[in-house]
């Protein structure tokens, strides 16, 4: 069996935000064992399993990022949207636009540590939908 839904995430700051939980407050119930894919319809926006406890890891994440792929470089040609828009292209692909998770007991089977990470890259990226597809 195999059940869809789609979720509207509200607008989020430029960064690595922990939306395990958001996510989880609009899933139906879950079968006591399947898989889930959740897929973010965006191109300068990913998602990622990381660090669920402490907030500095997600602070770490950013300062990474923007270093690996700077703002403002002069060989960048896709510039008409903002210094941030060609970056942000750039991370959601090296991160990835979607994530499948176990399904254990009728819970999503992460780790201890681990959770959920909405990758917002844009200064300004406005709500972002996700596609959440559950298999039975």
Not at 92 to 109: A, K, R
Not at 120 to 129: A, I, P, V
Request: hydrophobic share 35%; glycine share 6%; charged share 20%.
């Amino acid at each position: 069996m195999i059940e869809q839904l789609e979720i509207t995430l509200p607008a989020y700051r430029r960064g690595f935000h922990l939306i395990t939980r958001v996510i989880e407050q609009y899933l139906p119930s879950l079968p006591e064992k399947g898989l889930i894919n959740i897929l973010i319809k965006h191109t300068s926006a990913a998602l990622t399993i990381n660090e669920n406890a402490d907030p500095s890891v997600r602070t770490d994440f950013e300062n990474v990022f923007s270093k690996l792929v700077p703002e403002n470089q002069s060989y960048y040609t896709h510039t008409l949207e903002g210094a941030d828009d060609l970056p942000a292209h750039i991370k959601s692909s090296l991160l990835g636009q979607s994530l499948t998770i176990p399904i254990t007991n009728h819970c999503l089977n992460l780790g201890t540590w681990q959770g959920i990470y909405l990758c917002e890259f844009r200064n300004y990226g406005g709500s972002r939908e996700l596609v959440v597809t559950i298999y039975s």
